[in-house]
């Protein structure tokens, strides 16, 4: 059975779209069930081209990828998510939706690239994506199939700090 993973950010233009696609990309290359997708509380309605770039310079398929609400997966025709992280402060001080089927929640922050000065930008972002992917290598390691919600609560945790 397919493990679905919700990330989460405000915009939905940067962070989570990087951790979708990390998520996804190693998921695939580790032949790994577990599905990624990705949402904002406030969507732009845009990505950041300096994500999509950060992204595509590492081998990751950004075809499909899109700014979208959290609303799409709240209802009753939404994949049911095993777990929602969120990657940036504001969206994970914000009052999430509940989420169908009751996932594990885990909040694994990351400054913001889109912070950085223009010209440190690249840098900044492909930073973040490496910083993502390996927090994401690590939630691959897991035993998702076998593991209660307590046991993945914790590993989500130590992950979150290590």
């Known amino acids: 059975m ?5 990330i ?4 939905n233009s940067a962070r989570s779209v990087l951790s979708e696609g990390m998520l996804n990309h190693w998921a695939q ?11 904002g509380s406030a969507p732009s309605g845009r990505i950041n081209p300096h994500a999509t770039q950060a992204l595509a310079a ?5 075809r499909g990828h899109r700014s979208k609400s959290w609303d ?3 209802g009753p ?3 049911n998510m095993r777990i929602v992280i969120t990657v940036c402060d504001s969206a994970a001080a914000e009052t999430c939706p509940w989420w169908p089927g009751s996932p594990v929640k885990a909040h694994w922050g990351y400054p913001d690239p889109s912070n950085a000065p223009e010209a440190d930008r690249p840098q900044a972002f492909e930073l973040t994506r490496q910083a993502i992917g390996y927090r994401m290598l690590q939630l691959l390691a897991l035993p998702l199939e076998t593991m209660g919600d307590a ?12």
């Not at 397919?2 to 919700?6: K, Q």
């Not at 989460?8 to 915009?11: E, R």
């Not at 290359?29 to 949402?39: I, Q, T």
């Open 29 to 39: 290359r580790l032949g790994r069930d577990v599905r990624a997708y990705s949402a």
């Open 58 to 62: 590492a081998g990751v398929d950004t």
């Open 2 to 6: 397919t493990t679905n993973v919700l």
């Open 151 to 162: 046991e993945l609560q914790q590993a989500l945790d130590r992950i979150a700090v290590a």
């Open 8 to 11: 989460l950010c405000t915009h």
């Open 77 to 79: 025709e939404a994949p």
């Open 72 to 74: 799409e997966f709240t």
